[in-house]
């Protein structure tokens, strides 16, 4: 822009200076020619330019050379200009036509399938109609062959294309063209692509060129027109109308094709041997095409409404076809009434999802036997609705989504609304990201109110649309007027120290119109906020000086907030204290349960390897070497177990050593430490110390 307006000064300047230049040629010829005519000179003879002296030439030789040069000047700068400009447009990508690979979820796939709609429904149409009505044929042969070449060039391409068209594997597109050759030639639209191509035309100098059913292999491309349907239908905006368009025209279709097999089938049986078949057409009434082609199809279209309007057959043929076209024409009417029943039943679920069901509700409000009024504001609440297309339940509508496209939605509809709350300015984006999925669109009728003085506040409104009025108590008397944007309700789910008002409403909030609220709730709000411990002061900040200007804040609220904040802090600090000495103590028990298990199993070991030798020993005495024996073991067992309780009470008075010992180190450090926790000493052992430490946690919780 602003290069251009050097430009243009440039070229005014120039102008100028023009302008100047030849204005002062004219003015300065001009005092020549009265000077001359004064003197009573020849005017013809003389030149203006003659009597200019050496000097003045000089001078206008400089002024012409400095105007020359000012000129080219100018056009280097605009060229500098121009090359500049041309530099700093990005340069367009070459497209590597050797490496280069559709994706099937760009706008060139779609629209080539698109594209490919005209060849496929062309062959399908025209082939059959040109079999059928041979004057067809041969009054438009050479357009027909045109459109047929045509149609198998974009066939070609079509096939070049799916050669190139990149797959998904893993949620990456696969560009390698050897994998994606490779993946098309195995799979079954390749045989199908391949057999649609095939050049039948060939047999034209057989059976002549008049005979387009050779071209019949070109109907196997209807793959593609069926993956364009359904590609056309997830983008409308309008799928339950596509639908029935869609159903429509392969309707239309059919009859197409049963309206030129009937016209074959009269000309076969001969046209007026009887009423069922097409009459005459030596007759100049049902002699021109068009009208031979719009009677057919009007038969085919009474068959298959099932009107039953038509001539009854009388020859077998003719009796096969009908019997034919009925069982088809159960089939479409079957077709039609099935999907109309559901875009009917798409749309009813449409608004119910999108609007309260008011079938429902007035059900309920008659058996109930609400008065009249009261059912009247409800029915007036619902008009409201219907007419306008206010929608009340969009989070159940987006929420089969994913939470990142919800959010995105969310925000492109809801974020130029939040953003003009004064309270949520300068915060961060991703507290709006956040609070957008929370609002609740609402909607109130003229009259209503919103919320009323005294009331216990759980949410907060941001108005859309329309305006709300603060009034007195007696209703009538208003005090301010609410419009786009503005809010009300924020102090009372902040749960500010100091508010006089706790969480009740301060003012009653009642529509003027119809109003169209957003409200957030005091749960939601909360949850947002303590991911946000930042937003969350800025905001408390906010609201005490709100609070202040209203008058409606305890100044000492803040010192009792520092105060509680400072024992919760005493009260954790103690907690952190006890948790670290009960850790120790579970750390010794540990220890001296591990060393207690330990000495176990070394006992029991030990007295297995005594019973070993017992057992070693074999019965090869009699009787009374027997007794011997057994009085031997039992009094070595004796002695074994009287030296074996002789080291367990030497033992267990080294255990009860090792107690006293622990006891009283433990003892002293549970003083220490209640010495510098300020506690009193502690009394009793272990277990008396452990339940005094979980009780005074208990405390302080």
Known sequence: MLTQQCRYNTRQQSCAGSLHFYSLITTRYLCWTIRAKAQGGPMTEAKPFDRLDKGRMNRWARVFRWHRMQKEDNEAEESKEKGKDEKKLPAKPKVNWTEWVVDPSEEFYYGWLQV??????????????????????????????????????????????????????????????????KRYLFSSHFRLDLASLLPTDLLYLYFGIRQPLVRVNRFLRISRLNEAMDRMETRTSYPNTFRISKLML?????????????????????????????????????????????????FSAQIFTTVGDTPLPDREEEYLFMIADLLIAVLVFASVVGNVGNVITNLRDRDNVFFPNHELVKGYLRNRYISKELRNRVNDWYQHLYINRKITRENEILQQLPVQLQTEIAVSVHLPTLSKVTIFQNCETSLLEELVLKLIPQVYSPGEYVCRKGDVGHEMYIIKDGKLAVVADDGITQFAVLSDGNFFGEISILNIKGNKSGN?????????????????????????????????????????????????????????????????????????????????????????????????????????????????????????????????????????????????????????????????????????????????????????ETKETERRGQEDM
């Open 116 to 181: 490919m709609i005209f060849p496929i429904f062309y062959n399908w149409i025209i082939i059959i109609c040109r079999t059928c009505f041979k004057e067809i044929e041969d009054e438009f042969l050479t357009l027909w062959l045109t459109l047929d070449y045509c149609s198998d060039l974009l066939y070609v391409a079509d096939t070049i294309i799916k050669f190139r068209t990149g797959f998904l594997e893993q949620g990456i597109l696969v560009q390698d063209r050897d994998r994606l050759k």
């Open 250 to 298: 392969y309707i239309f279709v059919l009859i197409h094709w049963n309206a030129c097999i009937y016209f074959a089938l009269s000309s076969y049986i001969g046209f007026g041997v009887d009423r069922w078949v097409y009459p005459n057409i030596t007759d100049p009434m049902f002699s021109p095409v068009r009208h031979q082609y719009i009677y057919c199809f009007w």
């Open 504 to 688: 009740r409403r301060t003012a009653n909030i009642r529509s003027i119109g119809h109003s169209d609220l957003f409200s957030l709730s005091k749960e939601d709000l909360t949850d947002v906020l303590s991911e946000f411990p930042a937003a969350k002061r800025h905001l408390e900040e906010k609201g005490r000086q709100i609070l202040t200007k209203m008058g409606m804040l305890v100044e000492a609220a803040e010192g009792e907030e520092e105060q509680d904040q400072e024992k919760v802090e005493v009260k954790v600090e103690r907690l952190e204290g006890n948790l670290n000495t009960l850790q120790t103590k579970l750390a010794r028990l540990m220890a001296e349960l591990e060393s207690s298990n330990r000495k176990i199993l070394a006992r029991v070991e030990q007295l297995e390897l005594e019973t070993e030798g017992w057992e070693d020993n074999s019965p090869e005495e009699g009787e009374g070497g027997e007794v011997e024996r057994r009085d031997g073991v039992g009094m070595e067992v004796e002695g074994e177990r009287g030296e074996a309780e002789g080291e367990d009470q030497a033992k267990g008075t080294k255990r009860e050593n090792e107690g006293e010992k622990h006891a009283k180190e433990t003892k002293r450090e549970d003083v220490g430490e209640g010495k510098d926790e300020g506690y009193g000493e502690e009394k009793g052992g272990e277990e008396g």
